[in-house]
Structure formats: C-alpha cells, structure tokens
C-alpha cells in the first residue's frame, strides 16, 4: 500500500491582539454637569464616549458611574445617540463629579472641581421688578478668566412645571442682561445664573476629555408687576 510523502500544512497562528476600540485610550470622551435649579436636591449629568468621531454604546459588560451612580441611555437618544445619564447628588463648592468608564475590569476615572456658585447682588429676593424688554443681573465676577455665566428667568405654573427661557453664555464681567420673555405674568417668578467653565483634563486615561461644567448656579426668586 503505498502512502503520500511530505509535510500538512497548519493553519498560521495570529501572534497580534484583536484591536480593542472600547480601550479608554482610543475614546474621546465628552462629560457634561448641569444645569440645575436653585431648589433641586440632584445634578443631571451625562457622558459620551467618542471614537474616530461616533458616539459609540457601552460594550457588553462595561459601566459608566458618577460619584456612585450608574449612567443609563438617556431619553434623547435621536439628539444626543449613545449618550449617558443620571441624577446625582448635589455636590457642594470645592468637592467634585467622579466619573468611572468601567471597561473589561479596569476602572479608567476622571474628576471636575465644583466652581464657586455665583453671588447675585442685584437685584435682591423679594425685589419688585417691571416686565420691561430686558433685565439686568450684577453678581460677583470671578477671576479664573475661564469661566462665562448663563442665565434663566422661571416661573411656577400651578400643577405644573415651571415655564423656563434659557440664554446662552456671556463672558464674566460681573453684568448679565437678558430678554424678559413675553409669556412672563405678573408674580412670584425666579432669575438663575449659572458659572459654565470647559476643561480639557489631561492625563486621565482616555485619548481626551471635554468637561462641560455648569454646575455652579445661584437664584432670586422676585416679584414681576
């Protein structure tokens, strides 16, 4: 009988790692803290991991958590895809948002300091303002240089939230004006400023980080007439 001569072939064995595009070293991360209200009791906050510029969804088994809380998809999935969520804990000046990307077992973490809530000097609680086109706040500038402030006007609706316009950012000069809006009525009504500062931390792990901080927030509750 006669028998074939020679050497099989096996197949080639991979020496490289499978990529890993979940590592924290490939994500671009996007953190963002606030806004509140003066009387809320819990801080939203979200984060986004970022890779080759898609926001991608957690991989199985991952987590994401800040100061304890576990981030879950938030409800705007059509606006902000893939991003994540809670309500934590008001954190006071000088402490800080933890944030944890858990990923295969490895916790890579990343910290935003709570800035100084701004300190309004006019107009004062219980103050009685005219609903005239505009309205001008005074506080106290701070003086990182970093930092720009936003502003709200509220006001309480029986059995309902409170009807709220927002106005984007100013730089800190220790004046803010704003638009008094049209479906404002007569009454008890609040004006809110928030500090908003962007930070880039370095050194945390992650490919990068962009912090959007507008944690630091302080109000008057007037009266319109």
Known sequence: MLTACGSV???????????????????????????????????????TLMFNGKAVPLGTGDALECNGEQLHLGPFQLASPNEYTADVALVPAG?????????????????????????????????????????????????????????????????AEATVSYWGHQPE??????????????GPGWIVLFREVVTMPSGTGFKSVKVVDDAAMTGVQVQWR
């Open 9 to 47: 072939a096996k197949p080639a064995v991979s020496t490289t790692t499978p990529s890993d595009d979940l590592a924290p070293s490939r994500l671009d991360v996007i953190a963002r803290i606030g806004a509140t209200e003066p009387w809320a009791t819990k801080m939203p906050v979200s984060m």
């Open 95 to 159: 402490g800080v948002y933890k944030f944890v990307y858990n990923h295969r077992g490895i916790r890579t973490v990343l910290q935003a300091s709570v800035l100084p809530n701004p300190t309004i000097t006019a107009p004062i609680p219980a103050a009685v303002l005219a609903r005239t086109p505009t309205v001008t706040v005074t506080y106290v500038a701070g003086t990182s240089g970093n930092t720009n402030i936003n502003g709200e006007i509220s006001q309480p609706k029986v059995g």
């Open 173 to 186: 000069t220790g004046t803010y004006t704003m638009s008094v809006p049209a479906w404002l009525k007569a």
